[in-house]
T-cell receptor
Framework: DAGVIQSPRHEVTEMGQEVTLRCKPISGHDYLFWYRQTMMRGLELLIYFNNNVPIDDSGMPEDRFSAKMPNASFSTLKIQPSEPRDSAVYFC????????????FGDGTRLSIL | GQQLNQSPQSMFIQEGEDVSMNCTSSSIFNTWLWYKQDPGEGPVLLIALYKAGELTSNGRLTAQFGITRKDSFLNISASIPSDVGIYFCAGHLSGGSNYKLTFGKGTLLTVNP
C-alpha cells in the first residue's frame, strides 16, 4: 500500500524565494497534518485539515506560511518569502477519521534556505 | 504548548542488550503512541495504546499505557543494529483535540554490534 508521499525530498533555495511543498495522503484518510521538525523544537504541528477544510492553523508560524488542500489527494504548504530560519524538515501525515487515530507520516522534505 | 518529558535523550548500548525508555507528563492522555524515525525518513508507528494499563507487544517491542494516564514506557528486548534510530512518544491530550498529537523530544538509540 502506498504511504504518504511528499515532494520534493530536498529543496535548497535562496532567501526571499517562494517554496512549495507537496503532499499526497494515504487514500481514504480524512485528516491531513503538516509538521515541522528542527533540532531545537522537535516536531511541531503547523496545521491540519479534515475533509480538505483547515481545522486548526494555530501552529503556522507567521503569515509567510500558507497551506491548501484543494482535494482529498493533494495538499501544499507554501512559504513566501522564505527566510533562513525556515530551514527544517517538513513532514506531512494523514489519518483516518475517528477519535485518537494514529497518524502516518511521509518521508519529509528537507528544506534549506540560504 | 503541552510538553512530554521523554527520557533518556540518548542511549549507547551493546547488541543483545535490552532497552527501556519512557515518557511522562503532568497532564492526562487518552492515547500513547510510539514512533521510530530512521535517518532521512519520517516517523513510523510502532505501537499504539488506547487504555490505561494496556500492555502491548510488537515483536521484540513492548509498550505500556500507565495507570495514571500520565506516562508510558517502551522496552526493546535483545537489541540488534537495525534498532538504531530516534524513538518518539506521542499522545492525544485528554480534553484537547482528538486529532492533535503532542510529541516528546525523542530518544536517540545507538547499538554497537
Amino acid at each position: 500500500d502506498a504511504g504518504v508521499i511528499q515532494s520534493p525530498r530536498h529543496e535548497v533555495t535562496e532567501m526571499g524565494q517562494e517554496v512549495t511543498l507537496r503532499c499526497k495522503p494515504i487514500s481514504g484518510h480524512d485528516y491531513l497534518f503538516w509538521y515541522r521538525q528542527t533540532m531545537m523544537r522537535g516536531l511541531e504541528l503547523l496545521i491540519y485539515f479534515n475533509n480538505n477544510v483547515p481545522i486548526d492553523d494555530s501552529g503556522m508560524p507567521e503569515d509567510r506560511f500558507s497551506a491548501k488542500m484543494p482535494n482529498a489527494s493533494f495538499s501544499t504548504l507554501k512559504i513566501q518569502p522564505s527566510e533562513p530560519r525556515d530551514s527544517a524538515v517538513y513532514f506531512c501525515a494523514s489519518s483516518l477519521s475517528g477519535s485518537n487515530q494514529p497518524q502516518h507520516f511521509g518521508d519529509g522534505t528537507r528544506l534549506s534556505i540560504l | 504548548g503541552q510538553q512530554l518529558n521523554q527520557s533518556p535523550q540518548s542511549m549507547f548500548i551493546q547488541e543483545g542488550e535490552d532497552v527501556s525508555m519512557n515518557c511522562t507528563s503532568s497532564s492526562i492522555f487518552n492515547t500513547w503512541l510510539w514512533y521510530k524515525q530512521d535517518p532521512g525518513e519520517g516517523p513510523v508507528l510502532l505501537i499504539a495504546l488506547y487504555k490505561a494499563g494496556e500492555l502491548t507487544s510488537n515483536g521484540r517491542l513492548t509498550a505500556q499505557f500507565g495507570i495514571t494516564r500520565k506516562d508510558s514506557f517502551l522496552n526493546i528486548s535483545a537489541s540488534i543494529p537495525s534498532d538504531v534510530g530516534i524513538y518518539f512518544c506521542a499522545g492525544h491530550l485528554s480534553g484537547g483535540s482528538n486529532y492533535k498529537l503532542t510529541f516528546g523530544k525523542g530518544t536517540l538509540l545507538t547499538v554497537n554490534p
